[in-house]
């Protein structure tokens, strides 16, 4: 990657923190590949975040730090050719313990064209986490890119502490800001008096997923949050249109379904030229 390049994506970068400064959430849909990245931009996505469970399904493996890291950076490198907008790439765990292998994933990321990421905890410690926050940190500046580090933790999806989940999360994100985090994304948790107090409690913008239950966007930047993700809610949805398409016309072979329930060619075809 070239120095104009670089300045390119340092101002990026610098764009994708600024949406998080807004009253109301930054709202992202979360792609899985070029194409429907292209279209989120198109229809008004201020920035482009991918899905890890939706990349990974695209290349045929399954959610959970499976994908090869060159498969996930040649998909990151189509998203940055085709859209004008700040792209944030989710990277799982990092596909490795070794905060070390982490930190060159990331680089391989960032000069694929990225300027923000998503890590999580999962199942991992605190403190590894922490190792692989501040190696990302170190990945951009050595690269000249302020990275956006928005930090997962899975207190809610994973039930870590039943009963004390506001606590948890508090208490994690203290350690995951002093390592380097740039955002907090807290997926699963729903109800607007515990998010309300995660956002209270942490200096951070706050991040939360699409779930049943979720206030409004509205609602929800009043409550604190700076930032919205459908996850893999979307790509769910397209396999389970496409599911239920295929298994109609296998079974009668009617082609009216088939044939009209999408966007047009000429349409989908406009969005690459």
Not at 41 to 62: F, K, N
Not at 75 to 99: F, K, L, N, Q, W
Not at 245 to 264: H, I, R
Request: net charge negative; charged share 20%; proline share 6%.
């Amino acid at each position: 990657m070239g120095i104009t390049a670089r300045s390119n994506l340092r101002a990026e970068a610098d764009h994708l923190r600024s949406l998080h400064d807004n009253s109301t959430p930054l709202i992202l849909p979360n792609a899985w590949d070029v194409g429907t990245a292209r279209l989120m931009e198109q229809a008004g996505s201020r920035a482009i975040a991918t899905t890890s469970g939706g990349v990974a399904w695209s290349h045929g493996y399954p959610d959970g730090d499976r994908l090869p890291v060159r498969l996930l950076t040649q998909t990151v490198a189509g998203i940055a050719r085709m859209v004008s907008v700040p792209v944030s790439v989710d990277i799982e765990g990092g596909y490795s313990d070794d905060p070390a292998q982490v930190e060159e994933t990331i680089a391989a990321v960032i000069d694929a064209g990225a300027v923000g990421i998503n890590i999580e905890d999962g199942p991992g410690t605190v403190d590894l986490l922490c190792a692989k926050i501040d190696r990302a940190k170190q990945a951009g500046d050595r690269l000249g890119v302020p990275l956006f580090i928005n930090v997962r933790t899975d207190v809610y999806l994973r039930g870590l502490a039943p009963g004390e989940e506001i606590a948890e999360v508090i208490r994690r994100a203290g350690q995951y800001a002093a390592a380097g985090m740039d955002g907090l994304f807290v997926p699963g948790v729903a109800d607007p008096e515990s998010i309300h107090a995660i956002a209270e409690a942490v200096d951070q913008p706050l991040n939360v997923m699409a779930v049943p239950g979720l206030p409004s966007a509205a609602e929800l930047g009043r409550l604190g949050v700076r930032r919205l993700s459908a996850g893999t809610g979307l790509t769910q949805a397209m396999y389970g249109r496409a599911k239920d398409l295929a298994e109609a016309f296998l079974k009668d072979g009617v082609a009216d379904p088939v044939s009209t329930a999408g966007m047009g060619y000429p349409e989908i075809n406009d969005l690459f030229d």
